[in-house]
């Protein structure tokens, strides 16, 4: 028997890979959708579809709507029935998160896209396979807050990919500091970019981008401590723009690591990371979590962001550095819509109920 599930934001960016990923889902089925206010009373077809052009407004590559989930009535998300929904997909703006994930979290769990409770001490900032044990905070949540739930975030898009790969090698060397410049797929900006802007065009700087990059990368490369995360001292420094490319993020990394390491020891801390959570064989768990190119031309975004459904880190072009101490750098894509967004939250639901933290 599927859990029964809940999508709010269910006719945004971020909701619709939600529900793609859920499409033919072994484990979850969706039992309720909700969005704003203007949205609610409708079925999600007519939600979704242009009154004066007739199309639909779905914004998933190489999907379908689900056809049940055509039918199924749109709630207002200040007043959701959770219609027996043992979890909670929150993929709403960050005001309106703010305001809703506190309401769904009294009762099940809810699995947040937005920034808003980040970085509460008692709230786990979660990239399944780098920082699951992160999840212990749920408990002190409950108690603190008197919650039957609990809200469980995903970072920023920028800081998944990255993090994974930092992830990787503190495990085998352990960071002193990392420089990254990212050039940030255009579907990371939801519908806020002007379209003409980003044609034959690099923006070089987005709003709060680079501090997000920082604080919630330190965050998950933290340790489980009493009741909260003790932060990985990392010095990160960021640059964030935004290129002429559909989707997929593209993060030129340099790092400084405690012990020396040479290319080939680097490679095989890449391929070997994150073995044990593949293998607990989750329906949308990657086989590997980061792929390795030794074409010095990838990772290329067009090229690598569909790998795995977007589920792996594909890097390349790893070489040593020869400013930071310890220096390696590399190159690396990962789909920020994908295992940054949509995708990668079914996946921690996956976990959750595998584990019994939901359900």
Same mark, same amino acid.
């Given at each position: 028997?599927?859990?029964?599930?809940?999508?709010?934001?269910?006719?945004?960016?971020?909701?619709?890979?939600?529900?793609?990923?859920?499409?033919?889902?072994?484990?979850?089925?969706?039992?309720?959708?909700?969005?704003?206010?203007?949205?609610?009373?409708?079925?999600?077809?007519?939600?979704? %579809? =242009?009154?004066?052009?007739?199309?639909?407004?779905?914004?998933?590559?190489?999907?379908? &709507?689900?056809?049940?989930?055509?039918?199924?009535?749109?709630?207002?998300?200040?007043?959701?029935?959770?219609?027996?929904?043992?979890?909670?997909?929150?993929?709403?703006?960050?005001?309106?998160?703010?305001?809703? !994930?506190?309401?769904?979290?009294?009762?099940?769990?809810?699995?947040?896209?937005?920034?808003?409770?980040?970085?509460?001490? =008692?709230?786990?900032?979660?990239?399944?396979?780098?920082?699951?044990?992160?999840?212990?905070?749920?408990?002190?949540?409950?108690?603190?807050?008197?919650?039957?739930?609990?809200?469980?975030?995903?970072?920023?898009?920028?800081?998944?990919?990255?993090?994974?790969?930092?992830?990787?090698?503190?495990?085998?060397?352990?960071?002193?500091?990392?420089?990254?410049? %990212?050039?940030?797929?255009?579907?990371?900006?939801?519908?806020?970019? &002007?379209?003409?802007?980003?044609?034959?065009?690099?923006?070089?700087?987005?709003?709060?981008?680079?501090?997000?990059?920082?604080?919630?990368?330190?965050?998950?490369?933290?340790?489980?401590?009493?009741?909260?995360?003790?932060?990985?001292?990392?010095?990160?420094?960021?640059?964030?723009?935004?290129?002429?490319?559909?989707?997929?993020?593209? !993060?030129?990394?340099?790092?400084?690591?405690?012990?020396?390491?040479?290319?080939?020891?680097?490679?095989?801390?890449?391929?070997?990371?994150?073995?044990?959570? %593949?293998?607990?064989?989750? &329906?949308?768990?990657?086989?590997?979590?980061?792929?390795?190119?030794?074409?010095?031309?990838?990772?290329?975004?067009?090229?690598?962001?569909?790998?795995?459904?977007?589920?792996?880190?594909?890097?390349?072009?790893?070489?040593?550095?020869?400013?930071?101490?310890?220096?390696?750098?590399?190159?690396?894509?990962?789909?920020?819509?994908?295992?940054?967004?949509?995708?990668?939250?079914?996946?921690?639901?996956?976990?959750?109920?595998?584990?019994?933290?939901?359900?």
């Amino acid at each position: 028997m599927k859990t029964p599930v809940a999508v709010v934001g269910a006719t945004g960016i971020a909701g619709q890979q939600v529900l793609a990923a859920l499409d033919g889902h072994p484990m979850f089925e969706v039992a309720a959708l909700a969005a704003s206010e203007r949205s609610a009373g409708r079925n999600f077809e007519e939600a979704i %579809t =242009d009154p004066s052009s007739g199309m639909r407004r779905w914004y998933v590559e190489s999907a379908e &709507p689900n056809r049940d989930v055509l039918r199924l009535e749109v709630q207002d998300a200040r007043s959701l029935r959770l219609n027996d929904a043992k979890i909670v997909f929150a993929a709403v703006e960050s005001d309106a998160a703010r305001e809703l !994930e506190p309401l769904y979290a009294r009762h099940v769990p809810t699995i947040s896209t937005a920034r808003p409770f980040r970085m509460e001490p =008692d709230v786990p900032l979660v990239i399944p396979g780098v920082n699951l044990d992160h999840l212990g905070l749920v408990r002190e949540q409950q108690r603190r807050r008197g919650w039957q739930g609990y809200i469980a975030t995903l970072p920023n898009c920028t800081a998944t990919g990255l993090a994974i790969t930092l992830k990787a090698l503190d495990l085998r060397f352990g960071l002193e500091s990392a420089v990254v410049t %990212t050039m940030q797929g255009i579907s990371g900006a939801g519908r806020d970019l &002007p379209a003409l802007d980003i044609v034959e065009n690099i923006i070089p700087y987005i709003p709060r981008e680079e501090d997000r990059v920082k604080i919630e990368t330190c965050k998950i490369l933290g340790a489980l401590g009493n009741g909260t995360i003790d932060e990985l001292p990392l010095k990160i420094s960021a640059t964030c723009t935004r290129a002429s490319v559909l989707a997929g993020h593209t !993060e030129a990394v340099a790092v400084g690591l405690k012990r020396p390491a040479t290319v080939d020891e680097t490679t095989a801390a890449f391929e070997d990371f994150g073995r044990e959570f %593949t293998a607990l064989g989750l &329906p949308n768990a990657p086989q590997r979590m980061i792929t390795v190119h030794r074409n010095p031309m990838r990772p290329q975004p067009r090229l690598d962001r569909d790998a795995e459904r977007g589920m792996t880190t594909s890097v390349g072009r790893i070489r040593p550095d020869e400013v930071l101490p310890n220096g390696i750098k590399y190159l690396l894509v990962s789909h920020n819509a994908a295992m940054g967004a949509g995708r990668g939250a079914v996946l921690l639901a996956e976990y959750l109920l595998r584990f019994g933290l939901a359900g």
